[in-house]
């Protein structure tokens, strides 16, 4: 399939490898006119489900961020694939990718590098571009970000974002105010990200520049509970790590609600996003046989995340990741915290106010500056932050503490310790973070590849995409039956028309009408009208729908009205 699908995606206008006058550049593709239709009639379904239907908003940060960013949420440490290098071509292949393409071994990703370097020799895999052996060569973290320089010289170092999320979680200060300061809330963005892939591979599938579409759940995780009622009844396929380790493992086929009272889902939250998953998905017309949710094993979770279930659809027998659906818990913000000089918390007001012991310090600075110097100041945040974290540390004579990397020994009588009765409204929390984070251009090849078939019509093979009306690029196709005798400027007009109603149209009137049809079902439009002699007459045209090639006669002045409800769902066409 993965062939002809990608030859129909280049003939067609859904997608191409870019800059192919200069021999293009692997892992970068063009949408085409089909293709980017597609993809933002999915990015606009995305955003009605996700975005619209629970309430949140909706933001566009930059793709270039600077380097302090990225250090706090841990993408310059941690951002890694593995990588092994040809020592005869000098190509750089990803090393679990070549272990599970090559062996019945499925989760690599999750081992250490060591034991990924001794399944290359067990197997004595070779070098897919011209067969050397790899056995005995480096297996090698390698990082996937984009470098650049922010302005002039190198004094600014920054980098293209490999995921949307950051641009929201970096200005959570700002948009925590525009949220009233109230938890929950979520704050959704649908742009590019990339990540300097290895070896790109399989088309779009994997590649260095992407949309993502994301959403960040800011909750208080002690009082925030989602509405589970809404999709509890929902059946979902899941794949869980347990059943993963088991030999005998299968795939668990239940309810959301009974995921959750089971325990299989641990975080309530992620549950109720992959409900919401699971009902988009069959919207948009992913085959639902094809389809599960695999929760990640524990080598394999991203640093961020606590339990983490990956939506996947198959796709020539390889299943492929779509969306992953993370508990990022306090991380992200914890670390902006810290490492910035905003404030990432929100005060959670208590129902009525408690007496509380507080731990506090009160430095003698005429101690710590003669003693210390510079490092004074230093010295009395890390006494108060100790005091606060572990007041027994002050129960001896001395205390110790760590600032800019060196330990000092306090009197404790210097420290002006005490502990003391404070009457308290309420308290700083860090939110914790719930994402669904979506890839737009894997969504969009599984719904080609999901909707991808071939008939036979009238004794000639018939290739269609039986795409949902909702995301077809193209609505509705416009023929004359011939352009003569005033057909043609009739099919034009009412083209025009329906284009007026925000309809996507296409006017053709090239060729005979059998094959303007097979154009338009191969590039999945779901609906045609034709304007023949008939209607000159009476007013009428025949609307054809892609999948059946029923048609039926329909007044021109009801045509607006009725395509926008076929397109939306609101009716059917074996209704009409």
């Known amino acids: ?116 370097g001794d399944l290359i020799a067990e197997y004595d895999l070779h070098c897919p571009s011209c067969e050397t052996p790899l056995a005995g060569e480096p297996v090698e973290d390698f990082n996937l970000m984009f470098e650049t320089d922010i302005g002039p010289g190198s004094g600014h170092p920054g980098y293209l974002r490999p995921e949307t999320a950051q641009g ?33 591979r399989k088309s779009i599938i994997r590649v260095r520049e992407f949309t993502q579409a994301e959403l960040e759940h800011f909750i208080d995780p002690e009082t925030d509970e989602p509405p589970l009622h809404r999709v509890e009844d929902v059946e979902v396929t899941l794949y869980s790590a347990v059943e993963q380790n088991d030999d005998d493992g299968d795939y668990l086929r239940t309810t959301i609600g009974e995921a959750v009272e089971e325990g299989i889902i641990a975080s309530d939250w992620v549950a109720y996003y992959l409900g919401v998953g699971q009902e988009w998905y069959e919207r948009i017309g992913v085959d639902m046989d094809r389809f599960r949710f695999r929760q990640h094993l524990a080598g394999e979770r991203a640093h961020y995340a606590s339990d983490c279930w990956d939506a996947e659809a198959e796709i020539d027998g390889d299943w492929i990741e779509i969306t992953g659906y993370a508990y990022r818990s306090d991380y992200d913000l914890s670390k902006h915290d810290k490492y910035s000089d905003e404030d990432f918390t929100i005060f959670r007001q208590y129902d009525e106010p408690k007496v509380v012991e507080r731990a506090t310090v009160d430095p003698d600075m005429s101690y710590l500056g003669p003693e210390f110097g510079g490092a004074a100041a230093d010295i009395a945040e890390a006494l108060q932050t100790l005091a606060e974290r572990d007041r027994t540390a002050f129960d001896g004579d001395v205390v110790t503490v760590e600032a800019d990397g060196d330990t000092y020994a306090i009197p404790v009588e210097k420290t002006g310790f005490s502990v003391e009765e404070v009457k308290e409204s309420g308290e700083h929390i860090v939110p914790h973070v719930v994402e669904p984070s979506i890839g737009i251009g894997r969504v969009l090849y599984t719904v080609l590849d999901h909707a991808y078939d071939t008939d036979e019509i009238e004794g000639e093979t018939r290739t269609r995409l039986s795409l949902d009306p ?68 009476d007013d009428t045209v025949t609307l054809r729908e892609r999948d059946s090639t029923e048609q039926v006669r329909v007044a021109v002045d009801d045509l607006p009205n009725l395509i926008a409800d076929l397109r939306s769902g609101e009716r059917a066409f074996s209704e009409l």
Not at 60 to 87: I, K, N, Q, R, Y
Not at 170 to 199: D, W
Request: hydrophobic content about 35%; glycine content about 10%.
């Open 470 to 537: 909702e995301i077809a690029p193209t609505t509705v196709g416009v023929f004359p039956l011939m352009d003569k005798d005033g057909m043609g400027e009739t099919a034009r007009d009412i083209a025009a028309e329906l284009r007026s109603h925000g309809l996507d149209v296409v006017y053709d009137d090239s060729g005979n009408i059998g094959r303007r049809y097979r154009r338009q079902d191969e590039v999945g439009t779901p609906f045609c009208v034709t304007v023949d002699y008939e209607g000159l007459e």
């Open 1 to 116: 399939m993965t062939g002809e699908l990608v030859e129909l995606a280049k003939r067609r206008g859904f997608f191409f490898q870019s800059s192919e006058a200069y021999g293009g550049v692997s892992g970068f593709y063009v949408y085409g006119p089909q293709g980017a239709a597609l993809k933002r009639n999915i990015e606009d379904s995305w955003r009605d489900r996700f975005q619209v239907q629970e309430g949140h908003r909706e933001i566009e940060a930059p793709t270039v961020m600077p380097e302090p960013v990225f250090e706090a949420s841990g993408h310059l440490d941690t951002f890694d694939d593995m990588l092994v290098e040809c020592p005869e071509c000098g190509e750089s292949h990803r090393a679990d990718h070549l272990i599970e393409d090559n062996t019945d071994i499925e989760d690599a990703e999750a081992m250490p590098l060591s034991e990924v």
């Open 168 to 200: 929201i979680f970096v200005e959570f200060p700002r948009l925590k105010e525009y949220a009233r300061n109230q938890l929950p809330f979520g704050i959704t963005q649908i742009g590019t990200a990339y990540r300097n892939e290895i070896s790109p």
